[in-house]
């Protein structure tokens, strides 16, 4: 994992303020739960901090490393979004080996059917990586299984429906 | 288990229900039927017959003998040119509806909507004006170009519900996972909005195929099926089974379409108008 610290951080959606001056500093190995009322910012400051979204102003860096410039790919961050954000088309197995064919990891088709059987396994969802429609349960433990296990992600996030976690 | 019991109230209120949808596919597929009907009588017996006749295929051959066939693959020919236009054109313009905030988002939106607001008789005069004047009159191009004030509206809007029902969080999901915007827009995102895009799709074929007032003003040896039948209309008599042959034949495509892909058409209609 990874030290995060963000500086400054604004961000307006027209006139629509999203955070103003937000400043954290999150040592490595740190476990930090963000809560918040609706539209306090939590969501937005996990975007800026995953570069989903570009601050007006403000620094982010992820292990002493300025990420400001780096996509959210580059910023070897693992997030498990609200919804789940799965992809409805795939099935589970699919699913799980979605980010590990992206151009980022580049792994082989051996490596890849590896590493899914491996969690899947894992997360005892093995019987479902035939299946298109699984269980809501089953679906956020593929994702959060993947967030913490394809190669060594410098930050976690999850974005859940009553609190923020930043797992670093 | 559960087991349901049918009032007697329940099941007269299904066979109303029932009878009401029955005579409403009647009527609506009445003008489709008495067209094939006309199609196949004789003329000596147009006007003196209803339903009970000789039926002949003597107008079929008759329309087909003549050089329909090359209005009909005209038609195909710019129909399908203009929905693919349209497609390329729209899809990205629905995704941006759908997703950015611009100054005069909703203004554009709503001028885009608004061409299938007019009807084709007001503008065809001005359009009849410059397509002479660029050389557009009388060509494929001309006429492709003229359909997307039919097409591109219908599919822009369609496909902009489809876009808004996805979730960003699937669009953020995918770029942190390492893929680009345009391969999260192709892996992505359009297979999510497929069955839109069959429905908009099929929607916009069916308005670019039935096109009269354009092809019949703005081409001369372009001409199109629509527009073609017009001529058994003889100074003489009106070659009524042979209007109707040839709007049977016109028609085939669209009922053809319409019949294969029709889950994907209910489906496609139906899934971005619910929400939540």
Partial sequence: MASIQITGLTKFYGKRRGVENVSLDIPDQEFLTVFGPAGAGKTTTLNLIAGIVTPNQGSVRIGNRVVDSLEPADRNVAMVFESYALYPQLTVYQNMAFPLKSPKHRLRTEEIERRVRHFARMLKIDHLLKSADPSIEQWAKTKDGLGSGTGAAAGRISDGRTAQSLGC | MIQRTHSPLAVVGKTIQMLLLLAY??????????????????DSQMLTTTFIFTPTLENYATVLRSD???FFFNNLIVSVSAVLVSLVVGVPAAYALARFQFKLKEDIAFTIL????????????????????????????????????????????????????????????????????WRVFLQVLLPLVKPGLVAAGLLCFIFAWN??????????????????????????????????????????????????????????????????
């Fill in chain 2, 25 to 42: 596919a009647l009527f609506a597929l009445f003008p489709l039927l008495w067209m094939v009907i006309m199609s196949l009588k004789p």
């Fill in chain 2, 68 to 70: 329909y066939t090359r």
């Fill in chain 2, 114 to 181: 608004s061409f299938r607001f007019a009807p084709e008789i007001l503008v065809i005069l001005p359009l009849y004006l410059i397509y002479q004047r660029l050389g557009l009159y009388d060509t494929y191009l001309g006429l492709i170009w003229v359909y997307q004030l039919i097409t591109l509206p219908l599919l822009i809007w369609i496909l902009r519900g489809f876009f808004e029902d996805i979730s960003p969080d699937i669009e953020a999901a995918a770029q942190l996972d390492g893929y680009s915007w």
């Fill in chain 2, 211 to 276: 096109a009269f007032t354009f092809p019949l003003l703005l081409s001369n040896n372009v001409q199109t099926s629509t527009v073609i039948a017009l001529r058994y209309l003889a100074s003489d008599t009106v070659h009524y089974g042979q209007v109707a042959a040839a709007a049977a034949i016109s028609a085939l495509p669209e009922v053809v379409l319409a019949l294969l892909i029709q889950k994907h058409l209910v489906r496609g209609l139906s899934f971005g108008a619910v929400k939540g």
